[in-house]
């Protein structure tokens, strides 16, 4: 089957739950950074176990398709990704067909690699250690409505090399996580009516930002620079008083402290 690009349009097709794969990544000394499949419950996924995967890795602009075999016996050895941009969110999407159709059967897009962006499932925001070629970290918002997308962070490698890493730093917790949380913010009050839209990404948060115990933007915030600013101000001072950035202050500080000492 020849190349299936991120841009083929999915529609009518059968999604795939994520949580059915997991892969891994990792820097291999001969080929660069490598990928693997390293399972998929084809029958969790309800799907026969002839069915033909494939598997596009992409990040920014840059992409690579490998084919994997049959859902019952596919391929789990490691494929190198040397080529794909390392500046840019790695993600993979995996697409299914029947032995001898062209015709895909389902598909289930922006597969997280569990050792690029940790065990952070469950979070609102990715952590993603790559090469950022001198800068420490940069956040990357969902492009258009982004259904099931998450804000991502991408973080220096070699001084972050897990995204548990970064999450357990008091310094990340201190500097990094306010200022995301006020990019995050301000992204929200241009655009307030996508908390009602479940199809953006931006509604996942309505919830989050309730219990901060902050008002939801309005409407009339949209074209109003100064609303947007005060209220993204608002919710970082609320999210920066939680126990948790207290407490890495509070190390961060400490921290300070004994290297003064």
């Not at 690699?113 to 800068?135: H, M, Q």
């Not at 962070?153 to 500097?175: D, I």
Request: with cysteine.
């Amino acid at each position: 089957m020849g190349q299936i690009t991120r841009t083929t349009n999915p529609t009518r097709l059968r999604q795939i739950d994520k949580k059915h794969f997991l892969v891994r990544v990792r820097n291999d000394s001969s080929d660069g950074r490598v990928f693997w499949l390293d399972s998929f419950d084809y029958a969790a996924a309800d799907l026969d176990p002839t069915v033909l995967m494939g598997c596009i890795a992409q990040a920014g602009s840059t992409e690579e398709y490998f084919e994997l075999g049959p859902v019952f016996e596919f391929n789990k050895a490691s494929m190198s990704i040397r080529d794909i941009a390392t500046d840019k969110p790695l993600k993979f999407r995996f697409i299914f067909n029947k032995p001898g159709e062209s015709l895909l059967v389902g598909y289930a897009d922006g597969v997280r690699a569990l050792d690029e962006a940790g065990n952070l499932g469950s979070s609102l925001v990715d952590i993603e250690p790559t090469d950022l070629n001198g800068i420490a970290w940069r956040l990357i918002l969902p492009e258009g409505k982004g259904q099931g997308e998450k804000p991502n962070v991408l973080v220096e490698r070699s001084l972050f090399p897990t995204a548990a890493s970064a999450v357990n730093q008091p310094w990340f917790g201190s500097l990094v996580m306010p200022e995301v949380m006020r990019q995050i913010a301000i992204a929200i009050a241009k655009a307030p009516s996508a908390l009602d839209d479940s199809e953006t990404w931006i509604s996942a948060w309505a919830d989050f930002i309730i219990a901060l115990g902050t008002d939801l933007p309005v409407e009339s915030y949209e074209d109003d620079i100064l609303a947007q600013e005060n209220w993204a101000d608002d919710v970082v001072r609320r999210f920066a008083s939680k126990g948790i950035f207290k407490h890495h202050m509070a190390e961060a500080l400490a921290d300070m402290e004994g290297s003064s000492s």
